[in-house]
């Protein structure tokens, strides 16, 4: 069946990217958007979109009924499902095929078998691949929980038998906090998979992760598109990806490809998914199968040359897969990163708030779900954009990795994006000597802001900029000007310290420095003063609009810099930089009693509500639990004393910055 309308019931990038592929296919793509995403980019890139519900997910993007309501609304013959949301729900492939369209994925009953963790390691079994020892089944029991893992031994891993994406495991490694443990990864698996049930199995302290893309044409033709590496994760979520997975023998590889073709082979697989696996030393381990679309599918699409949205278009019409095993070969060396709006100094926490800044380098793919101006909701998975690099080798690919991290620039939220330049940077990735487990014994390594060659040249460059245009029109562009400085003079006479204008500037990190920029001398020339007294003499001349020349005496540099929303963006030869300029502050000193105030770290939903109005507490205890884009976050006390004032209940939105509750002072 030839399929001439596709509804995306998605968001996002992957929506975008859907819909980029099917519109190139000859097939009219049509979107689906919570109110939350009315303006959404994969609203507006789409085209035609359809109002599903409500901004959160439970009342849009996962209610089964709104979907096909919209996809019959617009004549759609088809539904991509994308990856999260409806993906890998049996129920919505059933409702689908019962409206008479087209379900791109794997049929109901793989979904189920798949789609449950517990049931998936039991097809493993009977197809001989090795799984992680275990209890056997899923468990929802707390004290039967807590009594296997004792006697299994930590360290234990919790798995909600329907997670995916990383979500859905945790790792316990103590005792004392066992029962909390398990209570959480209960609490978490029922919201937002639906089911308490959790698998039970032994952890693998030092493995790396390998995973398998498997293509089915649904009549029991299976073929491999080679594997991909996702060790590098963070709280089990995958932060770069790369193929093909580099330092292990490719015997080995040829093996877990093997195991994973004919896992699919015993359910006539049918579309795309991705068989994923633990490897330790020369012995490897099924984990689990994601049954639709893999968010890092773009570096299999870089090593293979094939677009795999078009593969799967054309698996649904029943065209087969139109290739075998031996057409297929790796082509160079592929890396992704995931930027997010997370905040690495607040322990990666999701950052909420409009994108007032948001530059992306060229020469590389990007997908992306957002541009300048968009808002990141509390919604939603808090991804930016992925930036994927293809290179001969994984040497060159990680190498122009890093270069084009640091020529991102993203102001409004926090991201992570110094943590992946120093993850592209770091010694023993690139020797990949790397477990599942590596960042986190390095997180605060990994999190500390990196040391520019030239901060001083870049900080004087930057203040000199500003006071030049705080002397022309506002009202214009002032970077357009090429003769910003000429007949310019600042305060003139008086101690060199203290002669010119004094600018604050504060950095992507939220350090601070007083510059004071010094008068004009001939030639354009600036002299601009540290905090600490040092001097540096430089010239700067604009020589087409937005491009810059600075000399700093026999050395020259040429920078792109623009002023934008009251903040300066400087594209330098070492990466691109933004600061955010202001006369000098003074700032008011803290209040002890601001301890005694439990504010919400986050915009989120509150999950749980831990202490009532006169209970004790200590310093540290959780006061509530919140939810925010896929997080679970505990609010703790700073402080010990008596609980007062709660002001919020189970399932109550709160903005960041609300105070939830107050600690009163223990009594004397």
């Given amino acids: 069946m030839k399929i001439k309308t596709l509804l995306i019931a998605n968001r996002g990038e992957i929506a975008c990217r859907i819909a980029r592929t099917a519109r190139a296919s000859g097939i009219t793509p049509v979107g689906v958007h919570s109110q939350a995403d009315a303006n959404a980019l994969h609203v507006r890139e789409i085209g035609k979109s359809v109002c599903i519900g409500a901004g959160p997910a439970s009342e849009s993007y996962l209610k089964i009924d709104a979907v096909i309501a919209a996809a ?21 492939a059933r409702a689908v095929e019962a409206a008479g369209m087209i379900f791109m994925g794997p049929t109901p009953e793989t979904l189920e078998r798949f789609g449950d963790k517990a049931s998936a390691k039991e097809v493993a079994v009977a197809a ?18 807590a009594e296997e893992v004792r006697q299994m031994g930590l360290p234990v891993l919790l798995k909600a038998v329907g997670g995916g994406g990383g979500r859905g495991q945790r790792l316990v490694t103590d005792e004392i906090t066992l029962m909390e443990d398990i209570q959480g990864a209960l609490r978490e698996a029922k919201s937002t998979f639906g089911s308490e049930g959790l698998l039970l199995e032994r952890f693998l302290p030092e493995a790396r992760h390998v995973e398998v893309q498997i293509a089915g044409d649904g009549k029991g033709h299976v073929v491999h598109l080679f594997e991909r590496d996702c060790t590098l994760q963070r709280r089990h979520q995958k932060v770069i ?22 896992l699919g082979e015993t359910l006539d697989y049918r579309g795309l998914g991705t068989v994923e696996f633990l490897v330790a030393g020369d012995e490897y381990f099924f984990l689990e199968v994601n049954p639709r679309i893999q968010v890092e599918h773009p570096v299999t699409e870089a090593i293979t040359g094939l677009d795999l949205v078009a593969l799967h278009l054309r698996i649904a019409e029943g065209a087969g897969l139109g290739l075998a095993q031996d057409d297929l070969k790796i082509n160079g060396h592929a890396v992704e990163a995931r ?9 990666f926490a999701p950052s909420t708030g409009t994108l007032t800044t948001l530059s992306l380098p060229s020469g590389l793919r990007i997908d992306s779900g957002v541009e300048e101006g968009d808002a990141v909701t509390p919604y939603y998975d808090p991804m930016i954009a992925k930036l994927i690099v293809h290179a001969p080798d994984r040497e060159t690919a990680l190498a122009r990795l890093a270069t084009a991290l640091d020529h991102v620039a993203v102001e409004g939220v926090e991201t992570n994006r110094a943590f992946l330049t120093a993850l592209a940077r770091n010694p023993e990735f690139e020797r990949m000597q790397v477990h599942t487990r590596w960042i986190d014994g390095r997180i605060d390594q990994l999190t500390q802001p990196p040391a520019l060659a030239r901060p001083v040249l870049w900080k004087a460059a930057a203040a000199v900029l500003f006071v030049a245009a705080g002397r022309r029109d506002t009202a214009a562009e002032p970077w357009t000007n090429r003769d910003t400085f000429t007949g310019w003079r600042l305060g003139l006479g008086g101690d060199a310290l203290e002669a010119g204008q004094r600018v604050t500037l504060t950095d992507s990190d939220d350090k601070s420095e007083e510059l004071r920029v010094g008068p004009v001398k001939p030639g354009a020339r600036f002299t601009v003063y540290s905090e600490n007294g040092e001097a540096l003499t430089l010239s700067a001349r604009e020589i087409t609009p937005g491009r810059w020349r600075l000399s700093e005496g026999d050395t020259v540099h040429l920078i792109e810099a623009r002023l934008h929303a009251g903040v300066i963006e400087l594209d330098t030869p070492e990466g691109r930089l933004v600061f955010h300029p202001a006369a000098p502050l003074d700032f008011a000193g803290g209040d002890a009693a601001a301890d005694r105030a439990v504010t919400s770290p986050l915009t989120g939903m ?9 209970q004790i507490v200590a310093e540290g205890d959780v006061i509530a639990v919140m ?7 505990s609010i703790r006390a700073a402080a010990a004393g008596t609980a007062n004032n709660i002001t919020v209940s189970n399932g109550d939105m709160v903005d960041r910055g ?11």
Wanted: hydrophobic share 40%.
């Fill in 128 to 145: 001989g691949v090795p799984v992680i020892s275990g209890a056997q089944g899923a468990r929802s029991d707390p004290e039967q929980i």
């Fill in 339 to 347: 930027l997010y709006a997370e905040d690495p100094a607040m322990q």
């Fill in 241 to 262: 990806e790369e193929a093909p997975a580099w330092g292990l023998p490719r015997t080995l590889l040829d093996e877990i490809a093997h195991d994973a073709v004919r």
């Fill in 606 to 614: 509150i999950v749980e509500v831990k202490v009532t109005n006169g």
């Fill in 72 to 92: 019959q609304s617009v004549g759609a013959d088809a539904i991509h499902p994308g990856y999260g949301f409806l993906a890998e729900n049996p129920d919505f």
């Fill in 658 to 668: 609300q105070v939830i509750a107050e600690i009163l002072p223990p009594e004397e």
């Fill in 627 to 633: 939810e925010s884009m896929k997080l679970e976050i």
